[in-house]
């Protein structure tokens, strides 16, 4: 079968920093995406890993490794608004060579004064 | 730019009803996906589209789902009849090309009673 773990729910403080970790066993992969969903709203993307190391955006940060099947998303400098949802998602080879997302169930970050 | 937009954005029907769901993507994105969150699980594909042809449809649950994407444009899922276990958030996606980034609607929320 296909998962992808994360922890469902996280709390942390503002200015604090926040590790979201993500494993992942699935039958292809071609990369990990990290995406934010507010209450009521729209996932919207968020960071990218194809290849192992760091990407850095901004106050986000998100890593990779194939070979541990594993990623995290690094979240610095919380601020109130960070409070939302965060799943990862692989990237898997769907029909004739096109994309489709396997995600995980979310990390409920909650972040306090 | 206008960003994926899903109609409507609530529906309560009873069992045995039929409905029809809505997603309109970013205009010139020629991928078109379906996903769906139920019960706060994580959101699983449904199926995708590129420009009007059913490109993946392997998460599709039952023949009670039909999709649709007359013209290439906007797309229509429809679910007849609807059961218990079809509630849920269902998303749409969109992308241009082989690009990585799917940018989502804010999602239909289905409630089957």
């Known amino acids: 079968g296909q998962s992808l773990e994360q922890p469902s729910e996280v709390t942390a403080v503002e200015g604090a920093i926040v590790q979201i970790n993500c494993t992942y066993q699935t039958s292809g992969f071609y990369g990990l995406s990290w995406y934010q969903q507010h209450d009521g709203g729209a996932p919207t993307f968020l960071s990218y890993?194809?290849?192992?190391g760091l990407e850095e955006t901004g106050r986000f940060s998100s890593f990779l490794s194939r070979s541990d099947s594993y990623g995290y998303l690094l979240l610095q400098e919380l601020q109130m608004k960070d409070s939302a949802s965060y799943f990862c998602a692989v990237r898997d080879r769907g029909s004739g060579g096109y994309n489709k997302l396997i995600f995980g169930a979310g990390t409920r970050l909650a972040v306090h004064p | 730019e206008a960003g994926v937009t899903q109609f409507p954005s609530h529906s309560v029907i009873e069992k045995g009803q039929t409905v029809t769901l809505r997603c309109d993507p970013i205009?010139?994105?020629?991928?078109l996906y379906w996903y769906r969150r139920v019960m706060g699980k994580e959101i699983k594909f449904l199926l995708h589209?590129?420009?009007?042809?059913?490109?993946?449809e392997s998460g599709m649950p039952n023949n009670r789902f039909l999709a649709e994407r007359t013209g290439g444009t906007y797309s229509t899922l429809k679910v007849q009849p609807a059961e218990l276990e079809d509630s849920g958030v269902y998303f749409c996606?969109?992308?241009?090309?082989?690009?990585?980034?799917?940018?989502f609607g804010p999602g239909t929320r289905l409630l089957v009673l």
């Open positions: 996606a969109s992308s241009q090309g082989r690009t990585r980034t799917q940018y």
């Open positions: 205009s010139g994105h020629d991928n």
């Open positions: 890993n194809g290849l192992d």
């Open positions: 589209f590129v420009k009007e042809s059913k490109q993946d």
